[in-house]
DNA sequence: GGCATCAGCGTACGCCGTACACCTTGGAGT
DNA sequence: ACTCCAAGGTGTACGGCGTACGCTGATGCC
């Protein structure tokens, strides 16, 4: 009986793991990125992926490191605010592509390899354009997640996508009709965002737009700071 | 046999559930706020708490309108920013003090009625201070969950206190050996940070202090945008 | 040829949310 | 006063989850 009935395939490893999990939560969600599911991928069982990872958190830990590494690199060129505003955009696309890092990264309780050479690079960013260790500092935390590109958004449809898989665009849903009367303010910013009355706060909004809004706020408030020599006076 | 041994307890109502709910995830964290935890606090059966709510979701987001009402009505006087910055100050006390509120919410996919009240209320804040709906609308979008006072740090102390409940401060841990050597530039903000090398970005940082810094960052930008009276170009 | 190592397997445990059928009770309608 | 029904609380059960633990069979080293 010569071989098995097939050929063993590549026989498993952290490597493959991994890949095999950002693919499933690219397609279904990390909602059904179980280890059973993720087993079943892979053709074994689920306690087999324990001799490659030592948990789910730990894989997901690994999976955020595979995916923090398509950040392009910092831009050389063009001074700080150029390359800090290049890298963000490049994080933010990539987790367009993967809808899910987001919450995996809020998972996870402590910062993993690849994220703090992100930000380590970035602050690196900084001081090379001049800023002090203090005002680097404090800089970072300020940006918070938005650094890694996250929408900062109190809801957005890509979380919901990366929950349970990329979904179709899905059109605004109408106003339930006693809305305009008990939250005026939104619905007539509703009205204006869209022309014809939509949704809340759904499509209407271009998010490419409100991102870059909001990071050119923080960044031009941020060259100012850093033009008039600010100090955290501690 | 006059009775049952005991009077039934008050008989439950969605209100002592929510209520209940509340207590758990302040006392144990949202992690330990299962159904059945829950019912063995009300002195019930898990399945009892589907008579008053829906599911685990539409209990969440009833606990979420419960906490949500505990955020200061806006002050009166003293201009938009003064009220603005009041109000998000007060709703970050109340999220400080339920630190499961923002993984709450983040689970949600669609605004509760008391986060619409709220944010309609802070938009009608802006409005009133001569924003036009258009500024208004985009600056929404630019502070996102800040608004609700949520942090928006990328690794979150207080995240991790919602999640298992409130803990002790615990001290910051040493940065291991080679920390200095892989991310020099998150070293020396650490080392300049606390005095003496302490954790990345545990303590040592003055979460109070940062918020406002972030926050003000914010606030003046959206001052001079209005000042100059901004619109957006589509 | 013997043996240790280790990748993969199978079973099992204790959690989770919740569907569904049942029982009990209190109040309304006659 | 009696009936009946709606609604609140119960019990059991299902399918999912992460993962502990012990086994098996192949591989590579002496």
Chains 1, 2 share one sequence.
Not at 32 to 42: G, Y
Request: charged share 25%; hydrophobic share 45%; aromatic share 6%.
């Amino acid at each position: 009986m010569a071989e098995q009935t097939e050929v063993r395939r590549t026989p498993l490893s952290r490597e493959r793991v991994l890949r095999a999990a950002v693919t499933l939560a690219d397609e279904a969600g990390i909602d059904s990125l179980s280890m059973r599911n993720l087993a079943q991928d892979l053709g074994v069982v689920p306690m087999a992926l324990y001799k490659h990872v030592a948990n789910k958190d730990e894989l997901v830990a690994g999976m955020i490191d595979v995916v923090v590494d398509e950040i392009d690199p910092p831009v050389a060129d063009g001074g700080w605010k150029h390359a800090v505003r290049e890298r963000i955009l490049s994080a933010r696309r990539v987790l367009q592509r993967h809808p899910w890092m987001s919450l995996a990264i809020e998972s996870q309780q402590t910062a993993t390899p690849g994220i703090l050479a992100y930000l380590d690079s970035m602050v690196g960013t900084f001081r090379g354009g001049g800023f002090s260790v203090d005002l680097a500092h404090h800089v970072m935390h300020a940006m918070g997640s938005r650094i890694l590109g996250f929408s900062q958004e109190l809801f957005d449809a890509a979380r919901k996508a990366g929950r349970s898989g990329a979904s179709s665009p899905e059109p605004p849903a109408a106003l339930p009709a006693q809305f305009a009367d008990r939250f005026p303010n939104l619905a007539e910013i509703a009205v204006v965002a869209s022309h014809d009355d939509a949704s809340v706060v759904g499509r209407g909004c271009d998010d490419q737009f409100e991102f870059e809004f909001a990071l050119d706020l923080l960044l031009e408030g941020i060259e100012r700071l850093h033009q008039q020599g600010w100090t955290s006076s501690r």
